[in-house]
Protein backbone atom coordinates (compact mmCIF):
# COMPACT_ATOMS: atom_id res chain seq x y z
CA UNK A 1 0.00 0.00 0.00
CA UNK A 2 0.97 3.22 -0.67
CA UNK A 3 1.86 6.04 2.20
CA UNK A 4 -0.37 8.09 3.20
CA UNK A 5 -0.28 11.48 1.69
CA UNK A 6 -2.81 14.81 3.03
CA UNK A 7 -5.23 16.13 0.26
CA UNK A 8 -6.82 19.61 -0.53
CA UNK A 9 -10.16 18.93 -0.80
CA UNK A 10 -11.64 21.91 -3.39
CA UNK A 11 -15.59 22.51 -3.71
CA UNK A 12 -15.53 24.04 -7.55
CA UNK A 13 -17.94 26.69 -7.93
CA UNK A 14 -17.07 29.54 -5.91
CA UNK A 15 -14.00 28.32 -5.53
CA UNK A 16 -12.42 27.16 -8.30
CA UNK A 17 -14.45 29.44 -10.52
CA UNK A 18 -16.95 32.35 -9.74
CA UNK A 19 -20.17 30.81 -8.99
CA UNK A 20 -22.69 32.12 -11.96
CA UNK A 21 -24.86 29.40 -10.88
CA UNK A 22 -25.34 26.26 -12.53
CA UNK A 23 -21.94 26.76 -14.54
CA UNK A 24 -21.41 23.81 -17.37
CA UNK A 25 -20.06 25.19 -20.50
CA UNK A 26 -16.58 26.96 -20.79
CA UNK A 27 -17.71 30.61 -21.86
CA UNK A 28 -19.43 30.67 -18.83
CA UNK A 29 -16.09 29.73 -16.63
CA UNK A 30 -14.14 32.34 -14.73
CA UNK A 31 -11.42 30.90 -13.52
CA UNK A 32 -11.03 32.51 -9.61
CA UNK A 33 -7.75 34.13 -9.19
CA UNK A 34 -4.86 32.35 -8.01
CA UNK A 35 -6.60 28.80 -8.78
CA UNK A 36 -4.15 26.99 -10.71
CA UNK A 37 -1.31 28.50 -8.80
CA UNK A 38 -2.92 27.03 -5.84
CA UNK A 39 -3.54 23.61 -7.21
CA UNK A 40 -0.06 23.62 -8.38
CA UNK A 41 1.40 24.52 -4.93
CA UNK A 42 -0.33 21.85 -3.50
CA UNK A 43 1.02 18.92 -5.96
CA UNK A 44 4.56 20.37 -6.13
CA UNK A 45 3.83 19.67 -1.81
CA UNK A 46 2.74 16.01 -2.68
CA UNK A 47 -0.28 16.56 -1.64
CA UNK A 48 -3.91 14.47 -3.57
CA UNK A 49 -5.88 17.81 -4.90
CA UNK A 50 -9.56 16.46 -5.16
CA UNK A 51 -12.42 18.53 -6.05
CA UNK A 52 -15.93 17.57 -4.60
CA UNK A 53 -18.85 19.22 -6.37
CA UNK A 54 -22.70 19.46 -6.03
CA UNK A 55 -23.90 19.56 -9.50
CA UNK A 56 -27.44 20.00 -9.12
CA UNK A 57 -28.26 21.71 -12.28
CA UNK A 58 -27.90 17.54 -13.79
CA UNK A 59 -31.33 16.44 -11.60
CA UNK A 60 -32.72 19.81 -12.19
CA UNK A 61 -32.17 18.69 -16.72
CA UNK A 62 -30.29 22.51 -16.58
CA UNK A 63 -27.22 20.78 -18.38
CA UNK A 64 -26.23 16.77 -19.04
CA UNK A 65 -23.39 14.72 -17.18
CA UNK A 66 -21.85 14.72 -20.71
CA UNK A 67 -21.74 18.21 -20.37
CA UNK A 68 -20.31 18.67 -16.83
CA UNK A 69 -17.83 15.99 -17.89
CA UNK A 70 -16.46 18.07 -21.00
CA UNK A 71 -16.79 20.93 -18.48
CA UNK A 72 -14.13 19.43 -16.64
CA UNK A 73 -11.81 17.84 -18.61
CA UNK A 74 -11.31 21.04 -20.76
CA UNK A 75 -10.74 22.80 -16.84
CA UNK A 76 -8.05 19.22 -16.16
CA UNK A 77 -6.24 20.46 -19.30
CA UNK A 78 -6.13 23.79 -18.85
CA UNK A 79 -4.49 23.80 -15.64
CA UNK A 80 -2.03 20.77 -17.27
CA UNK A 81 -0.75 23.93 -19.59
CA UNK A 82 -0.27 25.69 -15.59
CA UNK A 83 1.52 22.63 -14.44
CA UNK A 84 -1.35 21.57 -12.12
CA UNK A 85 -2.98 18.46 -11.43
CA UNK A 86 -6.39 17.38 -10.04
CA UNK A 87 -5.90 13.92 -9.14
CA UNK A 88 -9.75 13.60 -8.96
CA UNK A 89 -13.04 15.22 -9.20
CA UNK A 90 -15.74 13.81 -7.44
CA UNK A 91 -19.50 15.12 -8.49
CA UNK A 92 -22.86 14.35 -7.26
CA UNK A 93 -25.83 15.04 -9.75
CA UNK A 94 -28.51 14.07 -7.76
CA UNK A 95 -31.19 16.14 -5.99
CA UNK A 96 -33.93 15.23 -3.81
CA UNK A 97 -36.43 17.73 -5.91
CA UNK A 98 -35.13 17.17 -8.94
CA UNK A 99 -36.64 17.55 -12.66
CA UNK A 100 -34.99 14.21 -14.17
CA UNK A 101 -36.31 11.34 -12.26
CA UNK A 102 -33.27 9.30 -12.90
CA UNK A 103 -31.33 11.98 -10.49
CA UNK A 104 -34.21 12.72 -8.18
CA UNK A 105 -33.24 11.01 -4.78
CA UNK A 106 -30.88 11.91 -1.16
CA UNK A 107 -27.83 11.16 -2.16
CA UNK A 108 -25.00 10.40 0.63
CA UNK A 109 -22.71 12.39 -1.77
CA UNK A 110 -24.27 15.46 -2.28
CA UNK A 111 -22.76 17.49 0.44
CA UNK A 112 -23.26 18.65 3.59
CA UNK A 113 -23.21 14.60 3.85
CA UNK A 114 -19.66 13.56 3.38
CA UNK A 115 -20.09 11.12 0.76
CA UNK A 116 -17.84 12.31 -1.59
CA UNK A 117 -15.13 13.08 0.86
CA UNK A 118 -15.26 9.44 1.92
CA UNK A 119 -15.03 8.15 -1.40
CA UNK A 120 -12.18 10.03 -2.39
CA UNK A 121 -10.50 8.80 1.03
CA UNK A 122 -11.50 4.98 0.21
CA UNK A 123 -10.19 5.69 -3.73
CA UNK A 124 -6.97 7.16 -2.02
CA UNK A 125 -4.30 6.74 0.36
CA UNK A 126 -5.42 9.71 2.35
CA UNK A 127 -4.11 10.98 5.56
CA UNK A 128 -7.16 12.81 7.09
CA UNK A 129 -5.70 14.57 10.04
CA UNK A 130 -3.39 16.71 7.91
CA UNK A 131 -5.61 16.99 4.84
CA UNK A 132 -8.06 20.00 4.20
CA UNK A 133 -11.13 21.70 2.48
CA UNK A 134 -11.74 24.71 1.21
CA UNK A 135 -15.16 25.92 0.82
CA UNK A 136 -17.14 28.59 -0.08
CA UNK A 137 -20.84 27.54 1.60
CA UNK A 138 -21.74 26.23 5.02
CA UNK A 139 -22.75 23.05 3.29
CA UNK A 140 -18.83 22.60 2.52
CA UNK A 141 -18.10 22.76 5.83
CA UNK A 142 -20.87 20.55 6.96
CA UNK A 143 -19.47 18.16 4.53
CA UNK A 144 -15.85 18.20 5.97
CA UNK A 145 -16.50 18.32 9.50
CA UNK A 146 -18.54 14.97 9.26
CA UNK A 147 -15.68 13.75 7.35
CA UNK A 148 -12.97 14.45 10.20
CA UNK A 149 -11.45 17.52 7.73
CA UNK A 150 -10.25 20.88 8.74
CA UNK A 151 -12.59 23.12 6.67
CA UNK A 152 -11.58 26.71 5.68
CA UNK A 153 -14.60 29.07 4.20
CA UNK A 154 -12.93 30.85 1.47
CA UNK A 155 -15.32 34.06 0.64
CA UNK A 156 -13.27 35.31 -2.49
CA UNK A 157 -9.66 36.82 -3.27
CA UNK A 158 -6.68 35.12 -4.26
CA UNK A 159 -7.39 31.06 -4.03
CA UNK A 160 -3.70 30.48 -3.60
CA UNK A 161 -2.89 32.83 -0.76
CA UNK A 162 -5.82 31.71 1.05
CA UNK A 163 -4.62 28.42 0.52
CA UNK A 164 -1.27 29.03 1.76
CA UNK A 165 -2.98 30.80 4.91
CA UNK A 166 -4.92 27.60 5.39
CA UNK A 167 -2.44 25.17 5.39
CA UNK A 168 -0.29 27.38 7.90
CA UNK A 169 -3.15 27.56 9.73
CA UNK A 170 -3.52 23.95 10.00
CA UNK A 171 -0.39 23.50 10.45
CA UNK A 172 -0.26 25.25 13.87
CA UNK A 173 -2.64 23.64 15.39
CA UNK A 174 -5.96 25.21 13.27
CA UNK A 175 -8.74 27.10 15.29
Not at 39 to 56: D, E, K, M, P
Not at 126 to 152: C, F, H, N, P, W
Request: aromatic fraction near 12%; charged fraction near 25%; glycine fraction near 8%.
Amino acid sequence: MSALRPALFLDRDGVINADKGYVCHRHDFDWMAGAADCISHFNRLGWYVFIVTNQSGIARGLYTEADMQALHDWMCAELAHKQARIDQIYYCPYHAEGDIERYRRDSFDRKPKPGMILQAMADYPVQRETSLLIGDKLTDMQAGEAAGVKTYLFEGGNLAQFAKWALADLQAGGR
